[in-house]
């Protein structure tokens, strides 16, 4: 099972964003998202929904629960 840190950095990725897009985006800063992506801190409800409504995807995939088909 992936870890959310993991699956965050990932979907970045295939977007081609920076951190610092990242968190313009969803209204964070880029200190935050390095926190989130190497496991430091965890984001709370509010920005784990706000991360699903940007990616498309539910929290649980994000927390690494369960994938796309």
Known sequence: M?????VLRAKRKA????QYELADIIGTSQNIVTKWETGRFFPGFLYLADLADF???SVDELMGR???P
């Open 15 to 18: 977007l081609n964003l920076t």
């Open 55 to 57: 990616f498309q995807c």
């Open 66 to 68: 369960e994938q796309k």
């Open 2 to 6: 992936k870890q959310f840190k993991d």
